[in-house]
T-cell receptor
Framework: AQSVAQPEDQVNVAEGNPLTVKCTYSVSGNPYLFWYVQYPNRGLQFLLK??????LVKGSYGFEAEFNKSQTSFHLKKPSALVSDSALYFCAVSKTNAGKSTFGDGTTLTVKP | NAGVTQTPKFQVLKTGQSMTLQCAQDMNHNSMYWYRQDPGMGLRLIYYSASEGTTDKGEVPNGYNVSRLNKREFSLRLESAAPSQTSVYFC????????????FGDGTRLSIL
């Protein structure tokens, strides 16, 4: 069985500071990892994915994520947070690049001016 | 979200009633998905359709049926609604079946009394 843990329900950062949203996973074999963002009353938006290759993946809106196989983690990062980054963030894992993925419970990011 | 349209946006049903949630996309994507999102939880996959003419069960298919009517449309049917199916339902698409969903509709908020 595959699973995802987002250990923090809430992350608060000041605008201009770096942000990290944590994700750890469990899956047999090589993982496919994804980050999504959800704004209030909207559907999810895809941010980035890790399939293979470089451990540092760059995505939309200046976000990046670092894959760490030994720690089974895929943390989302941004060097300088914006107030507009405030949203709900979901990590997801899959055994393949398609079909059945498992989502974490989400982390609410609040960026204060 | 441009490209994936869900109808209706809101619906209230009584236990035992039936209803069909509609999803249409204009991006010529091959794969379509139905998810449910419950408070404090990530998305759970109900059914997906890798391509026109095919459907597969996801993580929580019980109590639901789907129809991939054509390449554009993927409907989700509740034959006999139960209070446990109160949720927000999201339709999503991907260009090819080997991709995770990248485009989501804005959701249908369904309450079952």
């Amino acid at each position: 069985a595959q699973s995802v843990a987002q250990p923090e329900d809430q992350v608060n950062v000041a605008e201009g500071n770096p942000l990290t949203v944590k994700c750890t996973y469990s899956v047999s074999g090589n993982p496919y990892l994804f980050w999504y963002v959800q704004y209030p009353n909207r559907g999810l938006q895809f941010l980035l994915k890790y399939i293979t290759g470089d451990n540092l993946v760059k995505g939309s809106y200046g976000f990046e994520a670092e894959f760490n196989k030994s720690q089974t983690s895929f943390h989302l990062k941004k060097p300088s947070a914006l107030v507009s980054d405030s949203a709900l963030y979901f990590c997801a894992v899959s055994k393949t690049n398609a079909g059945k993925s498992t989502f974490g419970d989400g982390t609410t990011l609040t960026v204060k001016p | 979200n441009a490209g994936v349209t869900q109808t209706p946006k809101f619906q209230v049903l009584k236990t035992g009633q039936s209803m069909t949630l509609q999803c249409a996309q204009d991006m010529n994507h091959n794969s379509m998905y139905w998810y449910r999102q419950d408070p404090g939880m990530g998305l759970r996959l109900i059914y997906y359709s890798a391509s026109e003419g095919t459907t597969d069960k996801g993580e929580v298919p019980n109590g639901y049926n789907v129809s991939r009517l054509n390449k554009r449309e993927f409907s989700l049917r509740l034959e006999s609604a139960a209070p446990s199916q109160t949720s927000v339902y999201f339709c999503a698409t991907a260009f090819v079946s080997v991709e995770q969903p990248q485009h989501f509709g804005d959701g249908t908020r369904l309450s079952i009394l």
